[in-house]
């Protein structure tokens, strides 16, 4: 439990209070394409969070561009850094990120790391209270998975959700 916890942390705040609590706005972190692999584990994400949405009575969400592009230049910048956490480059916040990417409605973030599947990151979330409750926020209708692996190889998930 301690590793799981260790490993996931989930924004507390919504939106609208964490838009109003933050007052720099910086762009998201350059991410190089997705690599094959990547690309495999966020489309997988996205399948499988999806079938819990519809499990806990919610909409699929659709893949949407801008929180992706946010979310994988967190994910990179993480990578790079070593850093786990939902602060970000200069201070960001995943609603100025997202804003920074374009998508105005950000609803909320999670984030893991280590987690070499997507099957394992998503059963991760489901079972941390926080993850859960974005994951099965009906209200959400959008997201976007950004996975980028660090130079040992180690993958960092950022998961993104816009009303």
Not at 46 to 65: F, P, Q
Not at 78 to 101: C, E, I, L
Not at 103 to 117: D, F, H, L, Q, V
């Amino acid at each position: 439990m301690r590793q799981l916890l260790r490993r996931l942390a989930v924004a507390a705040l919504l939106a609208p209070a964490a838009a109003g609590a933050m007052t720099m706005i910086a762009s998201p972190a350059e991410a190089a394409p997705a690599k094959a692999s990547e690309q495999a584990l966020q489309t997988e994400v996205n399948r499988l969070v999806n079938i819990e949405r519809s499990r806990g009575g919610c909409s699929v969400l659709k893949v949407n561009a801008a929180l992706t592009k946010a979310a994988r230049g967190h994910s990179a910048w993480m990578a790079q850094t070593g850093k786990f956490s939902h602060v970000g480059k200069g201070g960001s916040s995943f609603t100025t990120r997202s804003k920074a990417a374009g998508y105005t409605k950000a609803s909320g973030e999670n984030i893991a790391w280590g987690y070499r599947t997507a099957a394992t990151v998503v059963d991760g979330w489901m079972k941390s209270p926080g993850h859960r409750r974005n994951i099965l926020n009906c209200k959400s209708k959008a997201v976007g998975v950004g996975v980028v692996q660090a130079a040992n190889g180690t993958p960092y998930y950022t998961q993104n959700f816009g009303f």
